[in-house]
Nanobody, 111 residues
Framework: QVQLVESGGGLVQPGGSLRLYCAASLTDFSTYSMGWYRQAQRELVATISSDGRTNYADSVKGRFTISRDNAKKTVSLQMNSLKPEDTAVYYC????????WGQGTQVTVSS
C-alpha cells in the first residue's frame, strides 16, 4: 500500500529556513501529482504535477519551493524567510485513488 513519510521539520527563528522531505512508497511515482499541505484543515501550501507544473498558496509564494526527485521517489519543500504564521504540521499528499497522506511533520517558527 502507499506510504508517505515526512521529515525535516523542527524549530527555527523568523527569517530562517527549513527543508522538508517526503519519501513515497508508490508504484509509478513519476506519474502522480504530489503536494504539501498544513494544519488540521490540510490547507494547500504547494503542489507539483507529474510534468513539473507547480502551484503555491499566495501566503508562501516567493518564499517556498516545491520540487521532486522521481528517481528517489521524494518530494521536497524548501522554506525560506519563515514567518511565525508558517507554524503548523505539514503533510505530504499523493494524488492517487484514495488520496494518501503522510503522518505530518511539525514546523515551529518562533523567536
Amino acid at each position: 500500500q502507499v506510504q508517505l513519510v515526512e521529515s525535516g521539520g523542527g524549530l527555527v527563528q523568523p527569517g530562517g529556513s527549513l527543508r522538508l522531505y517526503c519519501a513515497a512508497s508508490l508504484t509509478d511515482f513519476s506519474t502522480y501529482s504530489m503536494g504539501w499541505y498544513r494544519q488540521a484543515q490540510r490547507e494547500l501550501v504547494a503542489t507539483i504535477s507529474s510534468d513539473g507544473r507547480t502551484n503555491y498558496a499566495d501566503s508562501v509564494k516567493g518564499r517556498f519551493t516545491i520540487s521532486r526527485d522521481n528517481a528517489k521517489k521524494t518530494v521536497s519543500l524548501q522554506m525560506n524567510s519563515l514567518k511565525p504564521e508558517d507554524t503548523a504540521v505539514y503533510y505530504c499528499r499523493a494524488f492517487v485513488n484514495g488520496n494518501y497522506w503522510g503522518q505530518g511533520t511539525q514546523v515551529t517558527v518562533s523567536s
